[in-house]
């Protein structure tokens, strides 16, 4: 198992809390909480040993313009395929601003 | 039917086993009526798994909501099958038992709180053995002690099915639903195969393997009370007609003798197979 903490510059607080996904095989659950204004922080813990540098260049297309809302993301990784993981993140980010 | 009709139905369907655990309480529930108790943001996770380096889930595996099942207080507790097999360690296993406490702590105080259990499991976490063990006889005496007011309703959907000591669970509710989808067994086919030998139960043969614990023959065998469609309106629409009839004249835990009686009768020698086992389950007297 590998536990991951990654930060991003981030605009307002978010306005809500967000739960998306199952902790099942090949699948993850992300809950967002919303933080003080201008920072995002976001903690992995993934089953995917050696996916650290997967999980920092998917993230950071998310998030590295620091337009998104200032939040607490927690992701819980069964082993996520890539694919899996980009859909789960935007219906996160969806539901956020939803 | 037509393979178009089957693809209309499909689509047009909505199905219960593909819904989460927390969407399948919430569906049950009265409209709007739902809110959820101990869940995933109050970051509830088992203290067991991490530490043998296996990935949490932020509400143990598993989903309790309170609210109104046609106007009267309800508590559903969703077993969430996906994550680590739907099984019960320590944590999901005291929300499930506190929740059913509750409910008959309530009816204590006139509050007439029934429970429904969305079984979705394998039974013990084995990460977490004697505790999640610990739970499970919990689960037990607080259906017995909550099937004295009000009914308890199990509902098996798949497509985990229920084993272990959680089918004992089952069994103890005052009324179980299952669907075709659903199998319900003490022990797993994995299991029983690796004690009889795959010669006598092969855990790969799916057919063969619903045919003796599918929900289908579980209720013609008498060991579940009703068979439903995989539709969510249809399932809870069984569910409030049991609710409606209240308490079974004895609790299901209590009826255990025409079971016994029957399995005196059985002839060991020859192999049982489906047919068999619906035969034997289905003569004598009913209680």
């Given at each position: 198992m590998e536990k991951l903490h990654l930060e991003y510059p981030a605009g307002a607080p978010a306005t809500q809390r967000v739960l998306v996904g199952v902790v099942a095989s090949g699948d993850l659950e992300i809950l967002i909480t919303p933080a003080p204004a201008g920072r995002c922080h976001i903690t992995i813990h993934s089953a995917?040993?050696?996916s650290a540098t997967r999980w920092r260049a998917q993230l950071e297309r998310l998030f590295?313009?620091?337009?998104?809302?200032a939040m607490q993301m927690e992701i819980n990784d069964f082993a996520a395929t890539p694919g899996v993981i980009s859909l789960r993140l935007a219906q996160a980010l969806e539901e956020l601003s939803a | 039917m037509s393979h178009r009709q089957d693809i209309t139905c499909l689509l047009q369907g909505h199905s219960?086993?593909?819904?989460s655990a927390r969407e399948r309480a919430h569906s049950l529930?009265?409209?709007?009526?739902s809110r959820e108790l101990a869940?995933?943001?109050?970051?509830?996770?088992?203290?067991?798994l991490s530490a043998q380096g296996i990935v949490a889930q932020a509400d143990d595996g598993v989903v309790i909501c309170k609210g109104l099942l046609d106007g009267q207080p309800a508590v559903v507790a969703a077993i969430e099958g996906g994550f680590q097999g739907g099984s019960l360690g320590e944590v999901g296993g005291a929300k499930l038992a506190c929740a059913l406490e509750l409910a008959a702590a309530d009816n204590r105080q006139s509050i007439p709180t029934r429970a429904v259990i969305l079984f979705e499991t394998g039974g013990v976490r084995l990460q977490e053995a004697n505790l999640g063990l610990a739970a499970i006889a919990e689960i037990h005496s607080a259906i017995a002690d909550l099937s004295r007011y009000q009914p308890v309703v199990g509902i098996i959907a798949g497509t985990v099915g229920c084993f272990g000591g959680m089918s004992i669970a089952a069994g103890m509710c005052s009324y179980l639903i299952v669907t075709r989808e659903a199998r319900l067994g003490l022990n797993g086919p994995q299991v029983i195969e690796q004690e009889a030998g795959m010669a006598e139960y092969?855990?790969?043969?799916r057919p063969f393997i619903w045919s003796l614990t599918g929900g289908e023959q579980r209720q013609a065998c008498g060991l579940a009370d009703a068979l439903v469609e995989d539709d969510t309106p249809l399932i809870r629409q069984q569910l409030l007609d049991f609710i409606a009839c209240g308490?079974?004249?004895?609790p299901r835990h209590r009826r255990s003798q025409h079971m016994l009686q029957r399995l005196l009768t059985m002839d060991s020698t020859t192999q049982a197979d489906a047919a068999s086992a619906r035969q034997l389950f289905q003569s004598g007297a009913r209680p």
């Open positions: 995917a040993d050696g590295a313009d620091g337009k998104a809302a | 219960f086993i593909e819904l529930l009265d409209a709007g009526s869940g995933p943001f109050d970051r509830q996770y088992s203290p067991w092969d855990s790969r043969n308490l079974p004249a004895e």
